[in-house]
């Protein structure tokens, strides 16, 4: 009998693929939904602060760029490094596994740097570079300079928990994202509403939560339950292993960098043909898509330790039956969520503001906005199995595509033929589009991936 950490990662290669995939992915689909909730519940309280919901929603909404580009780094070392660890490991080298875990806690460090040093100079010309209005710059001030401030704990709790996830210990990395979460759902209300602190009291309680999460990520990481460990000679970086990373975590990272652009795009067309108003729309549809997409996230990312684990260890017929249930559920479930928000708008519009305007517009747009999203849930199970086995041309492809190529292009365009709807339209072309680009790239490639030569190229 197999017990202890070995045995989770050994369970990969032996468990029953449907018993192993839920086990797994459970946790990471709680993790992912909580962690969501961050930002989402941030905004539903700051959307009923008296007297200033709308506005004050509309000022943290233009943030969204800021806080996604933050992310978009912990994506970039999780999502490029734990794969790697998880193949390595498989391949029974755990000596190169932790190499590649020190690599990546130092990318963390000098991420962070960079990025404080770089939003906190040119703060004010973002904020209305992103959509900002006289306003709403105020709001959006407040909240980006207090969240900025726990840059490294956002970056040390998101980028490190996929190390844990990789060793088969999803429930632990679910605890790292519940306890944050938990904090930062009690000290809203008490830093917003009681302490009188409005949009500051939003960003204070994040800040702090992401504390105590990245805490219990790190010690976690740290001590002697993990099979995989952070060792003090291993906290470098060393070219090849940076080099591994980088060239798997630049599609992730750049699905996630790229809101940054968007955001810029959308909401500066937004601003000119709409207004403030039309700007607050879109901070609630990109929350309640996050919603939607925070279970498929967190399916795929429990799943993908079972992939590359298994493609390491070449068992190709294990690794063929669980990205075929990744993609089919990950489409499933995306498109029932989808079909909700598109038949109940102003349900979830509710949900984040009180304003009867805004409201009304949500539900005429979000329809058109969230179409697309019928079929992307496809494209959301193909890419992560692209990363999971080391096939990082294909993913930067699929995701410049959809976002670079297709969705800023066109909300540049279509404005100019269908006004402020022509923002709306570029969303759901760019979906589809993108998805079906996906499933043929997926289709022409699998069959290659699937070899020892391939494998061993890896």
């Known amino acids: 009998m197999v017990t202890g950490a070995a045995g989770s990662e050994e369970r990969m290669a032996t468990d029953g693929i449907w018993g192993l995939m839920f086990r797994m992915a459970f946790p990471a689909i709680i993790a992912q939904v909580i962690n969501i909730l961050y930002n989402i519940v941030d905004r539903m309280y700051i959307g009923h602060i008296p007297g200033a919901g709308s506005t004050a929603l509309t000022g943290v909404g233009v943030t969204f760029a800021i806080v996604t580009f933050v992310s978009a780094f912990s994506a970039f070392v999780g999502s490029g490094g734990a794969p790697l660890a998880a193949i390595s490991m ?5 000596k190169n596994a932790e190499r590649i875990l020190g690599n990546g806690v130092c ?21 209305y570079m992103f959509g900002a209005s006289d306003a709403t710059y105020p709001y959006a001030s407040e909240y980006i300079k207090i969240y900025l401030a726990g840059t490294i704990f956002v970056e040390l709790a998101l980028g490190l928990n996929p190390y844990i996830i990789c060793q088969g210990k999803s429930k632990t990395a679910m605890l790292s994202v519940l306890i944050g979460a938990v904090i930062n759902i009690a000290l809203d209300p008490l830093f917003i509403f009681v302490f009188d602190m409005g949009v500051k009291g939003a960003a204070l309680a994040t800040v702090i939560s992401q504390f105590f999460s990245a805490v219990w990520v790190v010690a976690f990481l740290w001590g002697k339950k993990s099979s995989l460990r952070i060792k003090p000679h291993y906290i470098r970086l060393k070219l090849d292993v940076t080099k591994q990373i980088f060239a798997l975590g630049l599609s992730p990272f750049i699905m996630s960098a790229t809101e940054c652009l968007i955001s810029l795009v959308l909401n500066r067309g937004l601003q000119k043909y709409g207004g403030d ?8 549809m990109q929350s309640v898509m996050m919603l939607i997409f925070a279970p498929v996230q967190g399916f795929t990312q429990g799943v993908q330790p079972i992939l590359s684990y298994n493609f390491g260890a ?20 995306t498109s029932v969520l989808t079909l909700t928000t598109m038949l109940f708008p102003s ?14 517009l949500v539900a005429e747009c979000m329809p058109v906005f969230m179409a697309g999203m019928l079929v ?13 086995m080391g096939q990082a041309k294909l993913s930067i492809f699929i995701a410049v595509l959809r976002k ?3 969705l800023i292009p066109l909300a540049i365009i279509l404005p100019h033929f269908f006004g402020v709807m022509g923002i709306y339209y570029a969303e759901p072309i760019s979906d589809v589009l993108s998805a079906s680009t996906a499933t043929v790239l997926f289709a022409l490639n699998i069959k290659k991936m699937m070899t020892k030569e391939y494998l061993q190229s890896v």
């Open 90 to 94: 498989g391949k029974g080298d755990k």
């Open 107 to 127: 990318l963390l460090i000098i991420f962070t740097l960079i990025i404080m040093a770089f939003f906190y100079s040119f703060e004010k010309p973002f904020m």
């Open 314 to 333: 070449g068992l190709f017929e294990r690794v063929k039956k669980t990205y075929k249930r990744l993609i089919g559920l990950s489409f499933s479930f």
């Open 404 to 406: 670079l190529i297709l």
């Open 347 to 360: 349900f979830y519009a509710s949900m984040f503001t009180e304003d009867d305007k805004v409201i009304g």
């Open 376 to 388: 992307f849930g496809i494209q959301s199970g193909i890419q992560p199995t692209f990363i999971s």
């Open 277 to 284: 108003i039309y700007v607050g729309t879109l901070t609630i």
